[in-house]
């Protein structure tokens, strides 16, 4: 009886509300987010899984320097110590093809 999405979870919930930084990111795994740099690039793809670290592991990665692309990855692996910030993308990772 798994009504919903994010599943082991402890205590109640009804509205959906995300409650700590770990239901965020329990939340957004297999969807298309933006990971930002202390050097100021930018990947952009789906988050395969993360450890305790902020260690990260993307899929379909697009690396983005001043706003430009320019390079494209299968398969992508982030240092945690590198990592400024992980946001949910506004816009879905097809562009234009």
Known sequence: MNGGGGGSGSGGGGSGSVKTPTDFLKLI????????LNSGVDYRGILACLDGYMNIAMEQTEEYVNGQLKNKYGDAFIRGNNVLYISTSKRTLADGA
Not at 29 to 36: A, D, E, Q, T
């Open 29 to 36: 795994r297999g969807r298309p987010v933006v990971v930002k």
